[in-house]
């Protein structure tokens, strides 16, 4: 296959979701399929932006919404940047200082010991902090474009808090938020595994509800590429994507999530604690109707669904990050892949969806993706708030 270079330099941030790319290289998937691949860790989601387009990343372990920022010039100079494969579904929760649960649990018990605990039990909180001149509290996210902003943001403004007005929301790297917690620079964080895990165990935070419990089966990372490498190295990039699918399967054997975890604890991966990052692979809370945690290839997982994309959209145009004017179907179809996808996994015999999108939202419990190459067994995918989302009139839900 044509190379601009014989070693393909792929980037990622340290959390568990990057774990797809450091299994296809420590297990072999890589080299299986021809390629020599050596693995950048990177410090923030902007580096990894930055550094695939000028071209000194081949591709990286990217935040879903962000091929769908650069494209419309919103996250970076604009160009047209592709995601043809998810690398996970679930993985991130809300952690807040253990300060903050406290006061909630004092002003809401009710609300603070059902499941999903909602923003609402928080409202008394914000309320006594600005009679008492004190500043807004603080929540961390990773990026402005990312499923943790919209994920923190939906479920405040469910509560009835407005996440512009109320708080204050500013952007932290993933392996920063436990530190910035326990020093009391931030209340609360919206972070992907194993960081809020890890701050729970520290004795920082408490984990107050998973992305499981906000959007069942939602969407995180992806892998992303521009697509004028992808044009160049068509090849290449079948083959990197084939590898991914491998080890996303690897990834999702409960056998392996031990083993899984060590390997993600070396200082070159994500350098957290084995312990931490085995609890964060199950990180279902308790109480709660599933056990899924992070997913990396059951239930579709790697498919780059366009309603996900379309859904990412609405909400850039729900908190303002872009215009409503702007060509959502067609943003959504330049930047998700599923084509590309579909190539690689049916070339090495996985069942793939011969759709492009679903409607999100509908599903209470498993059911079985029948317009697929085979049938496709499916997690339940209902959103916290009782909502559909159905990508065919994506501002119907603003």
């Known amino acids: ?100 649960a406290e006061a909630m649990r004092i002003a809401a018990p009710d609300i603070m010991s059902a499941r999903p605990r909602l923003a609402s039990a928080m409202t008394q909180v914000i309320t006594d902090r600005r009679a008492a001149g004190l500043p807004p509290l ?3 996210v990773v990026f402005p474009f990312s499923i943790h902003n919209y994920q923190l943001r939906g479920w405040l403004s469910a509560g009835g808090i407005d996440p512009d007005q109320d708080v204050r929301i500013v952007v932290t790297p993933p392996a920063r938020m436990t530190a910035r917690l326990a020093v009391g620079d931030i209340d609360g964080f ?12 520290e004795g920082h935070g408490e984990i107050l509800i998973h992305a499981a419990e906000i959007w069942r089966a939602s969407p995180d990372k992806v892998f992303g590429l521009t697509q004028a490498w992808a044009e160049r190295h068509t090849e290449a990039l079948d083959a990197l994507l084939r590898a991914l699918i491998m080890a996303g399967a690897w990834c999702d054997e409960i056998g392996n999530r031990r083993e899984l975890a060590s ?21 279902a809370p308790e109480g709660s109707d599933h056990d899924d945690g992070i997913v990396y290839h059951r239930y579709a997982a790697g498919f780059p669904w366009r ?9 850039m145009i729900r908190w303002g990050q872009v215009s409503p004017d702007i060509d959502i179907a ?38 079985v993706l029948d317009e697929a190459t085979l049938p496709i067994a499916m997690s339940p995918d209902l959103f916290f708030d ?12 603003l």
């Open 330 to 367: 067609g943003t959504a179809a330049r930047a998700y892949r599923p084509d590309l996808y579909r190539a690689a996994a049916q070339s090495i015999g996985v069942a793939v969806p011969i759709v492009d999108e679903k409607v999100e939202g509908l599903h209470r419990s498993n059911w």
């Open 263 to 283: 390997i993600l604890s070396h200082p070159r991966y994500v350098g957290a604690p084995e312990d931490a990052l085995a609890r964060s692979l199950v990180s």
């Open 307 to 315: 309603s996900h994309a379309v859904w990412f959209l609405s909400q």
């Open 190 to 201: 919206c972070v992907g595994a194993p960081w809020n895990v890890q701050a729970a165990t």
């Open 1 to 100: 296959m044509s190379l601009t270079r014989p070693t393909l330099r792929l980037g990622f941030i340290a959390l568990t979701d990057c774990a797809p790319l450091v299994i296809a290289r420590e297990k072999g998937f890589f080299e299986d399929q021809g390629l020599r691949v050596e693995l950048s860790r990177e410090v923030s989601w902007a580096n990894i932006r930055d550094k695939v387009a000028m071209g000194a990343l081949d591709g990286a372990h990217m935040l879903a919404p962000l091929p769908l920022a650069v494209n419309l010039g919103v996250s970076g100079e604009p160009m047209p940047m592709i995601a043809p494969l998810s690398l996970n579904l679930n993985g991130s929760a809300i952690t807040v200082s253990k300060a903050l």
């Open 386 to 397: 009782g909502q559909t989302f159905d990508a065919a009139q994506p501002l119907r839900h």
């Open 138 to 140: 603080t929540f961390a």
